[in-house]
């Protein structure tokens, strides 16, 4: 996934601008951010759902897998057939039996073989919130959002989760982006790649780390990820990064109107 999110206005407020995004496949990454810096709105950009200037490199990326912070499931429904007709209707090519493989596959992934039979209504929080990462696996793209994944889960079933979301990615080469306002330092040793966004000093939402976990303490001389938070909304620092990478023929490109994206 790679893009480059100039800027980002709703009315004529400018949210987000200057977010560099160069992800590679098979990479289990985190857009981590305090509550109303921009998260969501990014996600909106990169899945095509909002208009922005800037642009994203494989279009075929807008039709992204997203698991939304709230289950949408119907709680009726079997586990193996619900997944099954979420792979039926991602590949309408394929026949029932290759259906069933990719189903299984997929469930095995996810460790949802053991309850494949039971109606989702009966399962717990964290087995709910599996299956609905399975339903955005059977989808065909490259790259899965997914926003607050851990949200009302317990500290050990949000690890497994993730453990095992990490696990798919590396093997599979899909790429996990995972939002976040509250990252366990657990958790945060699992990911690949960390996208730190904060607020500059006018407010706009930008980045102000992109790296390892590892090196994230360091950086902003932090204790504790709750003292990289405190610090990126102390509002006299700005920790925002100037846009660096682009050379100065691809910036003056930024300004072309046909980079900007529209759906
Ligand atoms: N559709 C919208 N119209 C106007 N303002 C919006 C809209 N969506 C988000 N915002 C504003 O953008 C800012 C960032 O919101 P959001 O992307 O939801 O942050 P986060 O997901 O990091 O909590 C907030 O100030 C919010 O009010
Ligand atoms: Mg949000």
Same mark, same amino acid.
Not at 51 to 56: A, D, N
Not at 78 to 94: P, T, W
Not at 226 to 246: G, P
């Given at each position: 996934?790679?893009?480059?999110?100039?800027?980002?206005?709703?009315?004529?407020? *400018?949210?987000?601008?200057?977010?560099?995004?160069?992800?590679?496949?098979?990479?289990?990454? !985190?857009?981590?951010?305090?509550?109303?810096?921009?998260?969501?709105?990014?996600?909106? !950009?990169?899945?095509?759902?909002?208009?922005?200037?800037?642009?994203?490199?494989?279009?075929?990326?807008?039709? *992204?897998?997203?698991?939304?912070?709230?289950? *949408?499931?119907?709680?009726?429904?079997?586990?193996?057939?619900?997944?099954?007709?979420?792979?039926?209707?991602?590949?309408?090519?394929?026949?029932?039996?290759?259906?069933?493989?990719?189903?299984?596959?997929?469930?095995?992934?996810?460790?949802?073989?053991?309850?494949?039979?039971?109606?989702?209504?009966?399962?717990?929080?964290?087995?709910?919130?599996?299956?609905?990462?399975?339903?955005?696996?059977?989808?065909?793209?490259?790259?899965?959002?997914?926003?607050?994944?851990?949200?009302?889960?317990?500290?050990?079933?949000?690890?497994?989760?993730?453990?095992?979301?990490?696990?798919?990615?590396?093997?599979?080469?899909?790429?996990?982006?995972?939002?976040?306002?509250?990252?366990?330092?657990?958790?945060?040793?699992?990911?690949?790649?960390?996208?730190?966004?904060?607020?500059?000093?006018?407010?706009?939402?930008?980045?102000?780390?992109?790296?390892?976990?590892?090196?994230?303490?360091?950086?902003?001389?932090?204790?504790?990820?709750?003292?990289?938070?405190?610090?990126?909304?102390?509002?006299?620092?700005?920790?925002?990064?100037?846009?660096?990478?682009?050379?100065?023929?691809?910036?003056?490109?930024?300004?072309?109107?046909?980079?900007?994206?529209?759906?």
């Amino acid at each position: 996934m790679e893009a480059y999110i100039r800027k980002k206005q709703y009315n004529t407020k *400018t949210i987000i601008q200057d977010i560099e995004l160069d992800i590679e496949d098979g990479t289990f990454a !985190c857009v981590l951010a305090p509550s109303g810096v921009g998260k969501t709105t990014l996600m909106n !950009c990169l899945l095509g759902r909002t208009r922005f200037k800037g642009w994203i490199k494989n279009k075929k990326e807008r039709c *992204t897998a997203y698991v939304e912070q709230h289950l *949408t499931l119907n709680v009726n429904e079997k586990v193996c057939e619900s997944v099954f007709y979420a792979v039926k209707y991602s590949n309408l090519k394929a026949d029932d039996s290759m259906a069933w493989n990719k189903t299984n596959s997929i469930l095995k992934s996810m460790k949802l073989l053991p309850v494949k039979d039971q109606l989702i209504g009966s399962l717990s929080g964290g087995q709910q919130r599996r299956v609905q990462i399975a339903h955005e696996l059977s989808k065909l793209t490259q790259t899965v959002f997914l926003d607050e994944p851990d949200s009302g889960l317990d500290c050990a079933t949000s690890y497994h989760i993730m453990s095992d979301m990490r696990e798919i990615a590396h093997k599979e080469k899909k790429t996990f982006i995972i939002i976040s306002h509250n990252a366990l330092q657990e958790n945060l040793r699992l990911y690949d790649e960390v996208v730190v966004l904060a607020k500059n000093t006018s407010e706009i939402g930008s980045v102000a780390y992109d790296g390892s976990p590892q090196k994230l303490l360091k950086y902003f001389k932090a204790k504790s990820i709750i003292d990289v938070f405190d610090k990126i909304t102390e509002s006299n620092i700005d920790y925002c990064l100037t846009f660096q990478h682009l050379t100065k023929k691809e910036k003056s490109n930024l300004k072309v109107k046909d980079m900007y994206i529209d759906r």
